[in-house]
């Protein structure tokens, strides 16, 4: 991407044109724009998500759209912006309830919007409510005696764990969109995967799935949740923390 449209993007997100006041409900604005595509990609998924199929949603020429916006990777970046927007601001307290909260409020996100996790977000520009979100989410862990990066790696532990299960639950969404079928049915139907789970072969896949391991398994975002601030628990509240090797480029 070229600076200009870097600085472009930037000015969009943070910098938005002031909503009219008059004139006819019906009139477009960035927010209504906004507001379809997510509905489109909410609906239909992301890679449905084309300024035309926005333009027909809310009634308007495809034209009319570039006034508002420039084109989709700006609506990309502002329909992520305006998805944290709908994210409640982590409250300040414990880091442990803190952290929580802002995991819960990300899981809540990505269950509600969960084509933000097709989307690569490397190098994408970050908005100002979803900044907003992390800097809270920094706030709660300021106090802690964490170095700068310290306190930026915990908060990212979080997140990062957060969006692993996410993706893995937005394609199992995006699958079923595609096909239909659920996740269960799909592995219901796998019997001539069962027949090779063999205790010669697979013990232990063997053995868990004879006593139902796998009929009722835990909870992937609770459980990886409590395990990832049990860990970040124990690092934090060392007195002699330790210190994390940092990568060298060769």
């Not at 952290?99 to 409020?105: C, G, H, S």
């Amino acid at each position: 991407m070229k600076q200009s449209d870097r600085d472009r993007a930037v000015r969009l997100l943070w910098e938005p044109p002031p909503e009219p006041t008059r004139g006819p409900k019906a009139a477009l604005s960035q927010s209504r724009v906004v507001e379809a595509a997510m509905k489109v990609a909410d609906a239909e998924g992301v890679e449905a998500l084309t300024m035309r199929r926005v333009a027909e949603t809310l009634g308007f020429t495809t034209m009319s759209l570039y006034r508002h916006v420039p084109g989709k990777s700006e609506l990309l970046d502002l329909m992520v912006d305006a998805a944290w927007g709908e994210t409640a601001c982590v409250p300040k307290g414990p880091w442990r309830e803190g952290l929580e909260f802002y995991a819960r409020q990300m899981w809540q996100m990505y269950r509600a919007h969960p084509w933000i996790l097709q989307l690569p977000h490397s190098r994408r520009t970050p908005g100002p409510r979803t900044m907003a979100s992390f800097d809270a989410a920094l706030a709660v862990v300021s106090e802690l005696g964490l170095t700068a990066e310290e306190m930026v790696a915990v908060v990212t532990a979080v997140g990062h764990f957060v969006d692993g299960v996410g993706r893995t639950m937005a394609d199992r969404v995006k699958a079923e969109r595609e096909t239909g079928m659920t996740e269960e049915a799909w592995w219901d139907g796998q019997d001539a995967l069962w027949a090779h789970f063999t205790p010669e072969r697979l013990p232990m896949m063997t053995h868990i799935w004879t006593t139902g391991g796998f009929e009722r398994p835990l909870d992937e975002f609770e459980f990886g949740l409590a395990r990832v601030l049990d860990g970040l628990a124990v690092f934090i509240e060392s007195e002699d923390r330790p210190l994390v090797r940092r990568e060298t480029c060769l």
